[in-house]
């Protein structure tokens, strides 16, 4: 193609962007095309598998943010674009803790939060790369129910504002825990999901399960009656190791769409015991059916789980030699597909 061309087909792919000719549906660049780390368009569930439009296996690999409420600065278009570029990447997570610190119902800015959100989503899409918005339940307040009807109003807003939108996935309970039962998850589940698929009808939908996001063989005997939702599993390889692993094999066997929305390299304390070893092994297993898994966390925090060294202070552009021990892991392990 001679350059006049390129540069007048250029030009015209530019207005089509502009007058949103091509929406949320855009074509490869060549570089993409050729690339490894690929965009699949809108996804759905078949079986216990994320497949495309074809019906083809998809596995997303990916980073998740720490919460936003601490480290928000971390949510930008150059770092998203690194988690593609840098680390192979095509997806990433928005972790928005309800509790806790500045928590969206703990006394958080909400506006400020939902703006976090809307870089995080909309530098994903500009990346052609998954976004998910995840509602981040956590120790602090265990039972989802707890907070429904504040969920509810949560998911309403964002599936209406990203309803377009084919690559957002929405993830509705981080880890419930506190002895919260899967009967409870599914009571929730039932009025969150609902609220999102009048908006977003094809989207899909991770429902966290009982203790910490691991109990998903009680989600396997019992699943929820609606289509795309996949099923979260989390593990930390300092401690979750092969008992788990076949926890999560059955699970699969069983017909559970499974998606590793939260792991960790270290402990499940987040702070110390990073285990290549055991996470090499729990990669090993994904790989072999296709289950998406996104790393935690993307930020400098002085704890094992981040990726970045607390010494580091850049946002974006990050060298091998800003990384963590579990950031060079992590960037080894992506790069390698
Ligand atoms: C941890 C963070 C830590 C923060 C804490 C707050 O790493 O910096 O102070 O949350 O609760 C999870 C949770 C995730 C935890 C992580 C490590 O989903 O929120 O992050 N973890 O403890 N489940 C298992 C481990």
């Not at 759905?44 to 998809?58: S, T, Y």
């Not at 943010?65 to 600065?73: A, I, M, N, R, T």
């Not at 304390?269 to 990669?283: F, L, P």
Request: aromatic share 10%; with cysteine; hydrophobic share 35%.
């Amino acid at each position: 193609m001679s350059g006049k061309i390129k540069r007048i087909l250029s030009v015209m792919v530019a207005v089509a962007f502009a007058l949103g000719i091509f929406n949320a549906v855009t074509p490869f660049t060549e570089a993409e095309a050729s690339s490894k780390v690929k965009y699949y368009g809108a996804l759905h569930v078949d079986g216990a598998n994320l497949v495309d439009k074809d019906g083809k296996k998809v596995q997303l690999r990916g980073i998740s943010s720490h919460g936003v409420s601490w480290f928000p600065e971390y949510v930008n278009a150059k770092a998203i674009k690194n988690v593609k570029t840098t680390f192979k990447g095509n997806v990433f997570r928005i972790a928005m803790y309800p509790d806790e610190y500045a928590g969206y119902l703990n006394g958080g800015d909400q506006a400020k939060l939902e703006k976090t959100i809307d870089t995080g989503v909309k530098a994903c899409r500009a990346n052609k790369m998954y976004a998910i918005i995840d509602w981040h339940v956590s120790n602090a307040r265990p039972n989802p129910l707890d907070h429904k009807d504040q969920a509810v109003n949560f998911f309403k807003k964002m599936s209406e504002k990203y309803a377009s939108y084919e690559n957002v996935i929405y993830e509705i309970c981080n880890e419930p825990s506190g002895g919260t039962s899967w009967s409870d998850i599914k009571k929730y589940a039932n009025a969150v999901i609902p609220a999102i698929r009048k908006n977003a009808p094809d989207s899909v939908i991770i429902v966290g399960t009982p203790t910490w996001s691991q109990d998903v063989d009680k989600a396997a005997e019992d699943p929820l009656e609606y289509k795309n939702v996949m099923y979260a599993f989390h593990f930390y390889a300092g401690t979750h190791k092969a008992d788990m692993r076949k926890k999560v094999q059955a699970a699969h066997d069983k017909g559970l769409p499974i998606f590793v929305s939260e792991f960790g390299t270290c402990n499940a304390d987040g702070q110390s015991g990073v285990n290549t070893k055991e996470a090499d092994k729990w990669i090993k297993l994904l790989d072999k059916n296709s289950i998406s898994y996104v790393n935690w966390s993307l930020c400098n925090k002085n704890e094992a789980a981040s990726i970045i060294k607390s010494s580091c202070k850049k946002k974006s552009g990050w060298k091998k030699s800003d990384m963590s021990k579990s950031g060079k892991w992590l960037y080894k392990t992506l790069r390698k597909y």
